[in-house]
């Protein structure tokens, strides 16, 4: 009898555990899925990012050219025959090219007939022309067939961005529809790579623009950056890490450190604008002063990503080498640098990336500009990435709409090239205690 | 050694200040709707001139004037642009600062242009509608009250029957000051409540734009205002001309007090909501920095700023022709500001 009673209670208990215990398992079991759930909606929107991005954008890596056979006429280029370069230089090769469209449009020889012809091809076929003359003037008097760049509204066109009909706004009469289709029809037209993308600096015709200069500009402000913010940042966390002690002042200083990683980055822009350019008078627009300002924003990073790898070399390393003889300066400089290099430059870079997508500094010391020439020194005035694609975003033309994109997909190569090789180099040399 | 680096690291780091001083290049600042048109004319130059490109930057018009009168030394912009004229504050403030010689030269006009998307209903609005629509406070039964107006067909039956929404430029904004200046300012008169009224009381009256969430302000972007209203179809957008001619397939423009928005209604001044563009000219950079006479020379030429020259390709209307002959003459004898 006391058995039974002693049974049942028993397995009530293991009941009650039982049904306990499938409360925490299932609690755990949607704990798991809030996880998961977490990072679809973090991929979930990483993917609409690249979607849009890359679907707007891939289009502007081809542009829209046309084969025509130019006759490299003596007496329109060169009518002396003396091979003068300032008068190559200053031909008028848009005759050369209304020759070799006449040639194959007899019908559009009126005067309208020449304006539509004009508006075909793009101003960047002139200069084509004017580069292989001068580069080469034996082709004077040659015949050649050559794919020159249309403009952007008919680039726009044959990649269906733009309507055809008028109704719609588009800008074409129907013989310029007629002609544009005879040219597509007979092969002449087709999209080959945008070369001017990646060879010239930016131009407020769509089809010549390119991110050169911005790229020059973003590279010439990182090397600035690097060039001061690696050695302060290593040399404050050494200090700071191996030789400072522990009081109050060494604390103040952290705290400000830590204060300044999260200062939004326009703040810095601003004090550049105050002391680089008001006090010291350095020009305005210069990647050298962009890179003044990023070093700003940069060298927190730095700091504390150095502090944590000295942080983590062991301190036995350290007591060996002082029990060696090492003085203070060697055991840092042979011993604990060399294996936190490693954390400190996986640190610099992420530090580097991070200033090479900043553009809020770079808007108040006149960065944010229209630049057409490369720069050459860091003093000229140049643009940088995220700068050029804020431009591009705020342009009227249809065609920069592809080009936006396709400037931030060669940022986010950039950043992904950085973000990777900082990975690699954490994989490859970092050690484990 | 190392102080041996440090030496070279200083030598080399003067060198490139020094070389930084000779600038031979353009500088340009001011207000984004001039911005289309100068960087246009600005990278036509720096093709055949066989000057350096000038560089812009769109600032807006207010802070376009403000770096250019922040100094006369080089490190100053040599030009702004500006979508208003420069006001007496600003000139004193250029004239402290030792920028007492400045050239104003008008390029053409900008319409103002009250857009929506095409598959939006199609507006068709007088100036007072517009006031009542945007103004901060509207005279209602004799006295001033809180803007109530929540659909346009409150105003006037008329009107579609949607929410007001307008989207237009922030208050720094010279866009936003011939707004108020083209479309405001001669409304409110109209109206005998505010008419009543005299100095600030009236200013405050006719220029304070609602707050209450139906002007919507966009800072210095365009393709912004453009996104929002292609996704909200009923939505107004304040577009300067050159957006509208660039993106006719996608927006269309509002009829106001009659007039449609179209090149020939800008130019012969029929369309209401029009204003002259300008640039100003550091006088005393002419000739220390290599250029400025060729550039202001090229942005007159008839072949840029002339009927049918390459700007108005880009939206910019041309100025009547005795003007342009003015405005061309000002790159040779450079006639001192006349306010």
């Known amino acids: 009898m006391t058995e039974m009673v002693e049974q049942m209670r028993i397995s009530a208990v293991a009941e009650k555990v039982e049904a306990r215990l499938r409360k925490r398992y299932g609690v755990e079991r949607r704990f798991r899925l809030y996880g998961v759930a977490a990072i679809a909606v973090a991929l979930t929107f990483l993917a609409v990012l690249l979607f849009s991005v890359l679907s707007q954008g891939v289009s502007a890596f081809r542009q829209n050219e046309v084969r025509l056979a130019i006759s490299f006429d003596p007496a329109v280029i060169d009518p002396d025959g003396r091979r003068d370069h300032a008068i190559l230089a200053n031909a008028d090769y848009a005759a050369l090219i209304r020759q070799a469209l006449l040639a194959h449009f007899p019908d559009a020889d009126d005067r309208t007939g020449r304006r539509e012809l004009s508006r075909l091809m793009s101003q960047g076929a002139e200069l084509e022309l004017r580069k292989l003359v001068l580069s080469d003037p034996s082709v004077i008097g040659t015949r050649r067939e050559l794919w020159l760049p249309v403009t952007a509204a008919v680039d726009q066109l044959a990649k269906g961005h733009i309507s055809r009909a008028a109704e719609q706004g588009g800008q074409f009469s129907e013989r310029e529809l007629a002609r544009f289709d005879v040219l597509v029809a007979q092969g002449l037209l087709q999209p080959r790579f945008n070369k001017w993308l990646f060879t010239q600096g930016d131009s407020r015709q769509p089809e010549m623009a390119g991110l050169l200069g911005a790229i020059v500009g973003s590279f010439y402000a990182l090397v600035v950056t690097l060039a001061l913010s690696f050695p302060l940042g290593v040399a404050t966390a050494v200090y700071l890490e191996e030789f400072a002690g522990t009081n109050r002042w060494t604390d103040l200083v952290e705290v400000n450190i830590n204060n300044l990683a999260a200062v939004p980055s326009i703040v810095f822009g601003l004090l550049g604008l105050e002391i680089f350019l008001n006090l010291f008078g350095l020009p305005r627009s210069a990647p050298f002063v962009g890179g003044l300002c990023l070093t700003l924003v940069s060298l927190p990073t730095i700091i504390i990503a150095a502090r944590v790898s000295l942080k983590a070399v062991p301190p036995w390393i350290r007591e060996a080498a002082v029990g060696l003889g090492a003085s203070r300066l060697q055991v840092v400089s042979h011993h604990v640098l060399p294996l936190a290099m490693p954390g400190i430059l996986t640190g610099t870079i992420i530090g580097m990336a991070r200033a090479v997508g900043e553009s809020a500094p770079l808007l108040m010391i006149g960065m944010v500009a229209f630049i057409v020439d490369v720069p050459a020194t860091p003093m000229d005035p140049a643009t940088a990435l995220p700068v050029q694609i804020y431009l591009w975003a705020a342009s009227p033309e249809r065609a920069f709409i592809e080009r936006t994109s396709a400037a931030i997909l060669v940022l986010l190569c950039f950043l992904a090239a950085m973000n990777a090789a900082a990975i690699y180099l954490r994989k490859r040399f970092e050690r484990r205690w | ?339």
């Not at chain 2, 504050?89 to 006009?109: D, F, R, W």
């Open chain 2, 1 to 339: 050694m190392q102080a041996k680096t440090l030496i070279l690291a200083t030598a080399a780091l003067l060198a490139l200040m020094t070389a930084a001083e000779a600038r031979d290049q353009i500088k340009i600042v001011g207000s984004s709707t001039v911005y289309p048109f100068s960087t246009v004319v600005a990278e036509q130059f720096g093709k055949t001139s066989g000057f350096k490109t000038p560089v812009v930057e769109s600032t807006g018009t207010g802070g376009g004037l403000k770096l250019f009168c922040a100094g006369a030394d080089e490190n100053s912009p040599d030009i702004a642009n500006a979508s208003r004229r420069i006001e007496p504050s600003e000139v004193a403030a250029c004239a402290t600062n030792g920028v007492k010689q400045i050239t104003e030269v008008v390029i053409g006009y900008d319409g103002i242009v009250l857009a929506n998307a095409k598959a939006g209903p199609t507006y068709t609005v007088t100036r007072e509608q517009l006031f009542l629509a945007t103004a901060k406070t509207v005279p209602q039964g004799g006295k001033l009250v809180p803007n109530p107006y929540k659909k346009w067909s409150e105003i006037d039956p008329g009107l579609p029957r949607e929410d007001i929404v307008v989207f237009g430029p922030a208050s720094n904004h010279g866009t936003r000051d011939a707004y108020v200046e083209l479309v405001m300012q001669p409304a409110c008169g109209k109206f005998p409540e505010i008419k009543a009224l005299t100095g600030d009381a009236r200013k405050v009256a006719c220029d304070a734009i609602r707050e209450d969430g139906a002007y919507v302000e966009v800072a210095e972007n365009y393709t912004l205002i453009l996104q929002k209203l292609l996704s909200q179809p009923h939505s107004v957008g304040i577009l300067t001309f050159s957006y509208i001619d660039q993106n006719g397939d996608k927006i269309k423009a509002a009829m106001v007090d009659g007039q449609i928005a179209t090149y020939d209604n800008i130019a012969s001044m029929q369309y209401p909501v029009s204003r002259p563009l300008f640039f100003y000219v550091k006088k005393n950079h002419i000739g220390v920095i290599p250029g400025i006479k060729e550039y202001v020379a090229e942005f007159t030429s008839e072949k840029a700023f002339g009927k049918t020259g390459y700007l108005t390709d880009k939206g910019l209307i041309a100025l009547p022709d005795a003007d342009r002959k003015t405005e061309a003459d000002k790159s040779k004898d450079w006639p001192n500001l006349q306010l």
